[in-house]
């Protein structure tokens, strides 16, 4: 583990020479150093572009996601590990710009993540860019007039909610900066910092400034700091406003206390006491064609597995067809909470369309890819054919459904299914079940 939260063997860093994202990097390592932050209890997430760099020259776990998808990613884990201490070190363009959908709902959810936010008011590694935060009147390589828009108030958006940290600061003043960063750490909730940081190479020049000091004496006049509790919009400070306790709870926890947690509208009862084999399954993957309603299978039976107070995870693989190719949902459930949600060889494999590369432990394949197949090892149910003697070849995933929570040992009869299911064809589906599900007793397995 690192001595002060630096990657040392990765030194220097690959930014511009004189770059202060330099800055920015040592204090944040120093102030969550100060803090007993460590790659042990703290990640830390970035997005694309120059900033979004920084995170792997810090010694801690994380991840450096899309563009713009820095947030929902971080949302994620703190929602897995509620006790881990998540960060994002990003760019203004991928946080406010391409990222400024989930900026504004994660901040009115209040989660307890951090966001340092380097502003440079340009898109500095693409080559400089018009940005949200340019402002009015700036040139830039695709506003060579100077933009015509009011650049983007993220102070606004972040102090319309109820609770609410924001922090305005600059690398022109360090002291104050690592203020502001210390604090953002040691709230209780979403808390925001922009820091404002020069970009000499790809702003600088274009603007007719002949220093990097000139833009940083540039930034001191046109943003002075401000010691009051009320923050102006062209003031360096914190502002923060506490009116309840943050929320912060893991998905299995929220299964628990939610009445409304499913993926249609559905009745609060939809256990009536069914049993299940405690030894049941963990490990479940269903390959199909996107026709074959692969995901409302695995979200059906995923929901059935929550009601049963597991804990569940569930993701999807697409080939590249965008509608009917082929779909991969990768689904785990326990008792404890799941650490990794990938899946190399499931317990259980259903096989609705003709693939390899697979591994399972209980291999169950659709009938017809039998011919030529001498395989002991594999279970060929005619799904198909089920489906098409019901009337219709579409329900072909609830015979499938059925099939799997025979197998599981869970108990349809003691289980108030219907209501996980479309309103449309609903007792054709549920009929589609009990097929799939009595289909294990009458072939004696």
């Given amino acids: ?33 100060k803090l007993g932050m460590n790659k042990t209890n703290t990640v830390a997430i970035s997005g694309i572009g120059c900033t979004a760099r920084g995170t792997g020259y810090l010694d801690f776990d994380g991840v450096n996601g899309l563009h713009g998808r820095a947030i929902p990613i971080a949302e994620g884990i703190k929602l897995a590990s509620p006790e881990t201490n998540v960060f994002i070190l990003s760019g203004d363009g991928d946080l406010t710009g391409i990222g400024g959908n989930h900026l504004m709902h994660a901040a009115r959810r209040n989660l307890n993540i951090t966001i340092l936010c380097a502003v440079n008011e340009t898109y500095g590694m693409t080559g400089g860019q018009m940005a949200p935060t340019t402002p009015k009147g700036t040139k830039t390589l695709t506003s060579p007039e100077g ?15 109820k609770n609410y940290f924001f922090a305005r600061t600059s690398t022109a003043q360090q002291v104050h900066m690592v203020k502001c960063i210390e ?48 923050l102006g919009n062209n003031e360096m400070g914190i502002t923060r406003k506490w009116l309840n306790k943050v929320k912060s709870q893991s998905f299995g926890q929220a299964r628990k206390k939610s009445k409304t947690f499913a993926p249609r509208a559905l009745a609060p009862g939809l256990l009536k006491g069914c049993g299940y084999n405690k030894k049941m399954i963990t490990q479940v993957l269903i390959h199909g064609e996107g026709g074959q309603g692969i995901k409302l299978l695995s979200q059906t039976l ?17 080939d590249s067809n965008v509608r009917g190719g082929q779909v991969t949902a990768y689904l785990k459930y326990d008792d404890k909470k799941i650490e990794n949600p990938l899946i190399e060889e ?40 089920i489906a098409r003697e019901l009337g219709n070849l579409k329900f072909v995933n609830m015979v499938t459904l059925g099939y799997i929570l025979k197998l599981i040992n869970i108990d ?34």
């Fill in 302 to 318: 995923a929901y059935i597995l929550s009601k049963l107070e597991k804990q569940v995870t569930l993701t999807y693989e697409y």
């Fill in 1 to 33: 583990m690192s001595d002060n939260n630096l990657r040392m063997e990765r030194m220097p860093t690959n930014w511009c020479a004189g770059c202060l994202l330099t800055a920015i990097l040592i204090q944040t390592a120093s102030v969550t150093k």
């Fill in 147 to 161: 933009s015509e828009f009011n650049k983007l108030n993220v102070q606004g958006i972040i102090t319309s909610n």
């Fill in 346 to 385: 499931a317990d259980f494999l259903i096989l609705l369309t003709h693939s390899k590369g697979f591994k399972g432990k209980t291999t169950v394949v659709e009938q017809k890819f039998k011919e030529g197949e001498h395989n002991t090892q594999v279970l060929f149910v005619p799904f198909e054919t």
């Fill in 412 to 445: 349809i009869e003691k289980l108030d299914i219907e209501h996980t299911l479309p309103e449309q064809l609903r007792e054709e589906n549920l009929n589609a079940i009990r097929q799939g599900y009595e289909f294990i007793e009458r072939s004696n397995m």
């Fill in 183 to 230: 604090e953002a750490f040691k709230h209780k909730g979403f808390s925001f910092v922009e820091i404002y940081t020069p970009c000499f190479t790809n702003h600088g020049r274009r603007l007719k400034f002949k220093s990097f000091k000139g833009m940083l004496d540039d930034i001191k006049e046109r943003y002075p700091i401000s010691e009051g509790k009320e």
